[in-house]
C-alpha cells in the first residue's frame, strides 16, 4: 500500500500543488477547489478503519503521504484531518466530512456537558467548520467543538502564513464528546501533531536539499561551479546528513504507531527533525546566496515552513526533557534497554 | 544515493531473541569490571572474553557453520555487538576480524585460508588488524608507497604503516600494497595476509594521548610472504578495499563510542535532573535512537546485497558527531571536573572519552573525507 499512496499523493501534488499555488495560498489563504480535489482523493479518510468509512491505512502506510504534504508545503490542513478522523475511529466515533483541525494548546474543560476556555494555535483553525479539542481533568474528552460557536477569536499566523488561531468558547455544547479510551494519553493531539509535523519537516528538508543541489551544481563563481567548491559541498554534506537524519526518525515514529502512538518514537523524531530543520535551513540559504533570501526564489516558500514547524507541537527542548526526565527517572541501567525496546510511559500528568 | 534508501528496518524477532541471553551473559561475564574500563569500550582487549564469546558461538557468528560460524543474519550479530557495545564489554580483540577480515576472507579468500583463519577466528583466537595507512598516506590512501615484489613464487614485502590498532597483539594484519611497479594512485594495489610473527616485522606501539597503546607503527623489512597470502585478486586491492567501507563506517560503534559517559552521567545527575539536564540528556538520546535507526536500515541494504556506501558514510559521521558532543554535554551538566586518576567513576570516564573523543572523526575516515563521499554521492563534482 505503501508504494501506492506515495506514488498517487506525488503526481497528485506535481500536478495540484505548484508552487505559484503555495504562493497565493499565502495572500489568498484557503484554496476550496484544491481541498475538493483532496477530498475526493479520500486521503482526510485514510486511517480510519474501514468499517467506520475509511481506507483503513496504517500509520507505517501513510507516512509517506505526510511528508509529501511538507515537500510540497501543501497549504492545507491534510495532515491534520488525517489524525482527527483517526483520532475519532480511534475513539468509536464517525467520521467527519470535511477539513479538520485540532488545538493541542490552551485548556478546554468541561461541565455540565459544555465546553468551556481555549483552543490555541490550532492550524487553519479559521477556515474549518469544525475544530477537535480533548478537555482537561480526571476524564479527558474527546470534543467537536463548531468554530463559529466560539466567543472569541484571534488570528495569527505563522512564519509560513499558514493560520494559527486561537478560539475562547464559553459553555459551549459541543457536536460530539466521548471519553479517552483508556491507553490514548491525554496529550495524544500534541503527541500526534508532533508525529505530523515530524513528517512534514523531513519532506520539506528534502525539497531543499534537491534545490540546493540543483543550485549548487548551476551557479558558476570564479569559472566554475559552486558546488566544486569544498566549503559548498561540506555544507550540502551536512544538510544530507540531517536530511537523512529527520526522514530516519519520521519513518520510525511512523512504523511505530498503531493504535497507540510510539511516545519514544515520536520525541526522537521531532526532536531531530526540530535540530535539523535549523540547520538545514541556514545550509540551504547558505549555498544559495542572496538570491535564496529573495521572493524571486522558492527556496523562501520551504525554509519559511520549516522555521515555524519545527517549533509547533511541542519544541525540541519540550520532547528532549520529557525524554530526558524519563530516562533520569528509570536510572542509568535502564537507558540503554529502554531505548532499545522503544516504549516509554506516558508522564505522570501529560495534558493538553 | 537517495535519501529515500534509509527506510524503517525492525529487527527481525528471531534476532531480537538473542537479546536477552547476550544480557545474561554479561551481567555475569562483567559482574566485576570497572566502569573505567568499559568507557574503552570496543578498544578494550581481553583476550580471555573474545574466547568466551568464542565459545558462545557470538564471535564470526555470521559466517558459515562449515567455517566455525553460525549462519546468523545480519541482525543477529548487530544484536550481539550493540548489547557489547552498550555494555562496554572488551570486544577489541576479536573485532576486526569479527567485522571486516573474517567477512573478506570468507568473500575473496581460498579454500584454504578459509580453512587457517575463519575457524580460528571465530572461536575469539586468532586477531586481525588492518594494515591501511602509511606515514605520508592518511586520508590519501591511493597514495600508498608499500611495496610487495615477487620473487619465484614468493613475494617480498617493504615499507611501513602506522595508526595500526592492535597490531602489537594481532597474529595478522590485511594490508593493503602496491604490487604493480610504477602503477598510479589505485590502480596496481593488492591485499596479503601478513603474519606478523614473521622475520623482518617490527612494531611499536604509538602512546596516544590518554596515555593508552592501541595504535602502532608496523615496518617491513623484506618480510618474506609465500603465494598463498596473497588475498583476492592482484590488482584488485583498491575495489576489495572499498567493498569493505560500507560494513566498516554504518556499524553501532560508529555511535556508541562514548555511551558509558551517558550512563555515569544519568548517575551523577541522579533521578531528579534539572531542565538543562533533562533537555540534553533527552536530546542525546533522541539523536541515538535515530542513528541507531539509520545504522539498522544500512546493515538491511546490507543483508540484501546492495552497496550502501553513502548512507554508511551518513551514519558515521553524523555518529562521529555525536559521539564528540557527549563528553562536551557531560563536562557542563555537572559540577564534576574531569580526573585523570583518583575521583568518582563519572570524573574518570569523563577524563578518559575527552581525550579519545579527537579520534571518533579520524578513525575510519576523517570528517572531511566522508563529507566529500557524501558530497559526490549527492552529485556535486
Known amino acids: ?352 | 544515493m537517495s535519501i529515500d534508501q534509509f527506510k524503517y528496518s525492525r529487527i527481525p524477532p528471531e534476532a531480537e531473541a538473542l537479546r536477552g541471553e547476550v544480557r545474561q551473559f554479561l551481567a555475569d561475564a562483567l559482574k566485576d569490571y570497572p566502569v573505567i574500563r568499559r568507557a574503552d569500550s570496543w578498544m578494550g582487549f581481553d583476550e580471555e572474553f573474545s574466547r568466551r564469546l568464542g565459545a558462545r558461538g557470538w564471535v564470526g557468528m555470521a559466517l558459515p557453520k562449515r567455517y566455525g560460524g553460525s549462519d546468523a543474519s545480519p541482525f543477529a550479530r548487530y544484536v550481539v555487538i550493540e548489547e557489547l557495545l552498550a555494555a562496554g564489554a572488551p570486544v577489541s580483540a576479536h573485532w576486526f576480524a569479527d567485522r571486516q577480515s573474517g567477512p573478506q576472507i570468507l568473500h575473496f579468500g581460498t579454500d584454504a585460508q578459509r580453512d587457517r583463519h575463519l575457524p580460528a577466528i571465530c572461536r575469539g583466537e586468532q586477531y586481525f588488524c588492518i594494515g591501511m595507512s602509511e606515514p605520508n598516506s592518511g586520508s590519501d590512501l591511493a597514495s600508498i608507497k608499500t611495496r610487495a615484489r615477487r620473487e619465484g613464487d614468493k613475494w617480498v614485502v617493504n615499507g611501513q604503516k602506522v595508526w595500526t590498532t592492535n597490531a602489537h597483539r594481532s597474529h595478522y594484519m590485511i594490508a593493503l600494497v602496491r604490487t604493480a611497479e610504477n602503477s598510479k594512485r589505485q590502480e596496481g594495489l593488492s591485499q596479503f595476509i601478513i603474519d606478523l610473527s614473521l622475520p623482518g616485522i617490527t612494531i611499536r606501539p604509538i602512546k596516544d594521548l590518554t596515555g593508552s597503546e592501541h595504535f602502532n607503527e608496523v615496518f617491513l623489512d623484506e618480510v618474506v610472504l609465500g603465494a598463498d597470502a596473497l588475498i583476492g585478486t592482484e590488482g584488485e586491492g583498491w575495489s576489495q578495499v572499498t567493498a569493505e567501507l560500507a560494513f566498516e563506517r554504518s556499524g553501532p560503534e560508529r555511535f556508541l563510542s562514548s555511551i558509558a559517559l551517558i550512563h555515569t552521567l544519568i548517575d551523577a545527575v541522579g533521578r531528579s535532573p534539572d531542565a538543562l539536564q533533562a533537555k540534553e540528556i533527552g536530546r542525546l538520546a533522541a539523536r541515538l535512537v535515530t542513528l541507531r535507526n539509520m545504522s539498522l536500515s544500512v546493515t538491511s541494504q546490507l543483508a540484501a546485497g546492495e552497496n550502501p556506501a553513502w548512507a554508511a558514510s551518513c551514519v558515521k559521521d553524523l555518529g562521529a558527531v555525536f559521539e564528540q558532543e557527549i563528553p562536551e554535554l557531560a563536562q557542563l551538566l555537572v559540577e564534576i571536573p574531569p580526573t585523570a586518576e583518583g575521583g568518582r567513576d563519572h570524573a574518570r570516564v569523563l577524563a578518559y572519552l575527552t581525550q579519545m573523543a579527537p579520534s571518533f572523526s579520524l578513525r575510519g575516515g576523517t570528517r572531511e573525507i566522508l563529507r566529500g563521499i557524501i558530497a559526490r554521492g549527492l552529485g556535486l563534482r
Open chain 1, 1 to 352: 500500500m505503501r508504494e501506492i499512496f506515495d506514488s498517487t499523493v506525488e503526481r497528485l501534488f506535481v500536478d495540484l500543488v505548484s508552487t505559484d499555488k503555495v504562493l497565493t495560498a499565502e495572500t489568498l489563504g484557503w484554496n476550496a477547489e484544491l481541498w475538493a480535489a483532496l477530498e475526493e482523493s479520500g486521503f482526510g479518510l485514510a486511517a480510519v478503519p474501514e468499517e467506520q468509512g475509511g481506507a483503513g491505512a496504517t500509520w507505517a502506510e501513510l507516512g509517506g503521504v505526510v511528508r509529501l504534504c511538507g515537500r510540497f508545503g501543501l497549504p492545507l490542513p491534510l495532515p491534520e484531518t488525517l489524525l482527527a478522523n483517526w483520532l475519532l475511529g480511534v475513539c468509536g466515533q464517525e467520521i467527519q466530512a470535511g477539513p479538520l483541525s485540532f488545538a493541542a494548546g490552551g485548556q478546554l474543560t468541561l461541565a455540565d456537558g459544555k465546553v468551556s476556555g481555549l483552543a490555541a494555535d490550532v492550524p487553519w483553525g479559521r477556515d474549518v467548520p469544525v475544530l477537535m479539542g480533548i478537555t482537561a481533568g480526571d476524564a479527558p474528552t474527546l470534543v467537536l467543538l463548531p468554530v463559529e460557536a466560539a466567543a472569541t477569536r484571534t488570528l495569527c499566523s505563522n512564519t509560513a502564513a499558514e493560520p494559527r488561531d486561537t478560539f475562547c468558547f464559553e459553555a459551549v455544547q459541543p457536536l460530539l464528546s466521548a471519553p479517552l479510551p483508556t491507553g490514548i494519553p491525554a496529550d495524544v493531539l500534541l503527541l500526534g501533531g508532533a508525529m505530523l509535523r515530524s513528517a512534514q519537516i523531513a519532506g520539506a528538508l528534502q525539497r531543499i536539499l534537491e534545490m540546493t543541489i540543483t543550485y549548487a551544481n548551476e551557479r558558476v563563481q570564479f569559472g566554475k561551479p559552486i558546488g566544486s567548491f569544498q566549503a559548498i559541498q561540506h555544507q550540502i554534506a551536512v544538510l544530507s546528513e540531517h536530511t537523512a537524519a529527520s526522514v530516519m526518525g519520521a519513518e520510525a515514529a511512523f512504523a511505530q504507531s498503531a493504535v497507540s502512538l510510539s511516545r519514544l518514537a515520536v520525541a526522537s523524531a521531532k526532536v531531530c527533525a526540530s535540530e535539523a530543520a535549523g540547520i538545514g535551513a541556514s545550509a540551504a540559504h547558505a549555498v544559495h546566496g542572496a538570491i535564496g533570501f529573495t521572493h524571486e526564489h522558492a527556496l523562501h516558500l520551504t525554509t519559511r515552513r520549516l522555521w515555524s514547524w519545527r517549533s509547533e507541537f511541542g519544541t525540541l527542548t519540550h520532547w528532549s526533557s520529557e525524554l530526558g526526565r524519563a530516562l533520569c527517572q528509570g536510572g542509568a541501567a535502564l537507558f540503554w534497554p529502554t531505548l532499545v525496546a522503544g516504549h516509554l510511559e506516558t508522564p505522570a500528568g501529560a495534558s493538553v
